[in-house]
């Protein structure tokens, strides 16, 4: 039997820009301890070998602590004689392949397949191929070239790649993109594939996303980790295996109503969240929280204060026992009735009438084609584009006649 890892989507050295100095300290020091039980997990197996589906690094920069910690954990495998497969993706092509690594690490560094053999002690055969991004923005659709199955050994095909339909995520791009047709015409015993950070299998098919090991922000929620992969006389066996130190969740509450204070709130609110948290499998001092608050209250005045957040924040992280809480404000609203508002302010009303209906005043109808919601819109009908937006500008009319704008 032929044991891998199967790991994508790391990208050391990610400038993880738009957080405070503390967390993006803590994110990399997670990433190094995450790869570190790849290895450790990849040694207790005794595995043949570990594949690297991409975007190991996150770009060229490559600092040197980032650069002596990878050599080193690396090493540890060559000790055991096991190999390393890895195929560059979009984030750290061949063109920018500065590291030499050692004789057990195969790059896959062309842009057509090469192939590796590995040998078990019965001297039966698993055949790995693979190919590389040759830059960053590698667009053909290089699964094509790869050949088929024809013999009876096991075979393994590795690629950073843009499945199509698999994402909506216009950030993914079309790097390396191919089908699912593609993929199954070569009839592979398993597709090992990196780009997507969310782990995932395409239906019953042998073709599977590692995702990445570490979540790096608030979009990579959950357990994050590889597969491990056993191939043998009985098929093929896929496990997922976690690997990440950190965590992220989000969380939405519905805050309506009123309060008789804000420490009532305050405690309120803690109950809410302990609640939604309760049996969440992953230990709250390792895991950073996002809660997108929602809903008309009377403290939506006291929650447009940043000092007041950071105060809630800082507080609640620490009752809570998390390692961090952020809030989400955009849908908190004032407890104000539109209706009522409409029929105390004429001005008010003459305007959504208009806004209504923007045809019957051409001057009206040109300046509002102006605004930077019609960018990108200019073949759609004025009132229609306006009706899509019309919850929001009442909620903004609302904030505004409340006491402030927002």
Not at 11 to 24: E, I, T
Not at 294 to 307: S, V
């Amino acid at each position: 039997m032929f044991k891998f890892v199967h790991i994508a989507d790391v990208h050391f050295d990610a400038p993880l820009s738009g957080k405070n100095p503390q967390l993006r300290k803590e994110l990399k020091r997670s990433q190094r301890e995450a790869f570190s039980k790849v290895i450790d997990f990849s040694l207790a197996e005794e595995v043949d070998g570990l594949i690297i589906a991409g975007d190991l690094f996150d770009n060229e920069r490559i600092s040197l602590e980032t650069e002596k910690f990878l050599m080193e954990s690396l090493n540890r495998l060559r000790e055991k004689n096991i190999h390393v497969f890895y195929a560059p993706g979009n984030h750290d092509p061949v063109v920018q392949m500065k590291m030499r690594f050692e004789d057990h690490v195969h790059i896959f560094d062309r842009d057509i397949p090469t192939e590796y053999v590995i040998r078990d002690k019965k001297d039966r055969e698993c055949h790995i191929l693979g190919v590389g991004h040759m830059n960053e923005k590698e667009h053909r659709n290089l699964i094509r070239k790869f050949p088929g199955k024809k013999e009876n050994h096991p075979v393994i095909g590795v690629a950073h790649t843009m499945v199509e339909s698999v994402s909506s995520d216009p950030r993914k791009g079309k790097y390396l993109p191919t089908t699912l047709e593609d993929l199954l015409e070569k009839d592979y015993d398993y597709w090992a594939l990196g780009h997507i950070h969310q782990g995932q299998q395409f239906k019953n098919h042998p073709i599977y996303y590692s995702g990445t090991i570490q979540g790096l922000d608030i979009s990579e929620t959950g357990m994050k980790g590889g597969n491990l992969i056993k191939l043998g006389k009985n098929g093929l066996a896929v496990e997922f295996v976690p690997f990440n130190t950190l965590y992220f969740q989000q969380l939405s509450l519905d805050i309506s109503g009123e309060y008789s204070s804000d420490y009532d709130f305050y405690n309120i609110l803690k109950g809410m969240i302990s609640e939604e948290v309760e049996g969440v499998e992953f230990p709250a001092s390792k895991t950073l929280y996002r809660v997108e608050l929602t809903g008309r209250t009377n403290q939506w005045r006291y929650l447009k204060i940043p000092e007041n957040i950071a105060y809630i924040e800082a507080e609640m992280t620490r009752d809570l026992g998390f390692k961090s809480l952020e809030f989400k404000l955009s849908k908190v609203l004032p407890q104000v009735d539109f209706e009522e508002l409409l029929v105390d302010n004429g001005i008010l009303k003459e305007v959504m009438t208009l806004i209504a209906s923007p045809e019957n005043d051409p001057k009206l109808t040109k300046a509002i084609r102006q605004l930077k919601t019609f960018e990108g819109l200019e073949t759609r009908d004025t009132a229609a584009v306006l009706k899509e937006r019309e919850e929001d500008l009442k909620n903004l009319m609302m904030a505004y006649f409340a006491g402030g704008q927002s």
